[in-house]
């Protein structure tokens, strides 16, 4: 158990619908990060949050979006959705100001686009 | 987005053999990693390398981190059929605060008893 908590674990949905993806980090970890895992592309780096604020983009879609709250839980927003938008998403947290720290990663929550 | 490529992208060994991938890139990390990630979980932690030429252990694995600060290995040995997955290397330029990872497209190992 990595301590990364990702909810839900499977969600199925349809074109054009919009989702909220959660994930609440290990304990003391303030940094959290986003990635997109799917066939072709591998895993993709989506964003990274410190402590509520954005650190690092990757190549996240204009209609994905995410937020880390106060409580440094993060929630991944993804809109007007598609099918080629059905993959697994990540979420790894890490302290976030040492990169002797690594990321460790939740078990995913696998998104399916009908 | 930047991949690193590595190889190979499969490998079909017996148990008991020792195994060896890697992963190269044209550009320079700071720190390498290996995960490994079984299905239906996350990818999980194996070895984090932070220093060129470093050479570090976990059990009956060892990684290195290229002179070049391009490339990186993982040695399996005496396999078993637990060590069944895929396994995937990463890179990591930290700066500015930022930690974000590049990931290879994994090595998918399978362990014949």
């Known amino acids: 158990d990595s301590g990364v908590t990702q909810t839900p674990k499977h969600l199925i949905t349809a074109t054009g619908q919009r989702v909220t993806l959660r994930c609440s980090p290990r304990s003391g970890d303030l940094s959290v990060y986003w990635y997109q895992q799917s066939l072709d592309q591998g895993l993709q780096f989506l964003i990274q949050?410190?402590?509520?604020?954005?650190?690092a983009k990757g190549n996240i879609l204009e209609r994905f979006s995410a937020q880390q709250f106060p409580d440094l839980h993060s929630e991944l927003n993804l809109s007007s959705l598609e099918l080629g938008d059905s993959a697994l998403y990540f979420c790894?947290?890490?302290?976030?100001?040492?990169?002797?720290?690594?990321?460790?990663f939740g078990d995913g929550t696998r998104l399916s686009i009908l | 987005g930047q991949q690193l490529n590595q190889s190979p992208q499969s490998m079909f060994i017996q148990e008991g053999e020792d195994v060896s991938m890697n992963c190269t890139s044209s550009?320079?990390?700071?720190?390498w990693l290996w995960y490994k990630q079984d299905p239906g979980e996350g990818p999980v932690l194996l070895i984090a390398?932070?220093?060129?030429?470093e050479l570090t252990s976990n059990g009956r694995l060892t990684a290195q981190f290229g002179i070049t600060r391009k490339d990186s290995f993982l040695n399996i040995s005496a396999s078993i059929p637990s060590d069944v997955g895929i396994y995937f290397c990463a890179g990591q330029v930290s700066g500015a605060g930022s930690y974000q990872l590049t990931f290879g497209k994994g090595t998918k190992l399978s362990v014949i008893p």
């Open positions: 390398l932070y220093k060129a030429g």
């Open positions: 790894a947290s890490s302290v976030g100001s040492d990169r002797k720290q690594p990321q460790h």
């Open positions: 949050y410190y402590n509520g604020e954005e650190r």
């Open positions: 550009s320079i990390f700071n720190t």
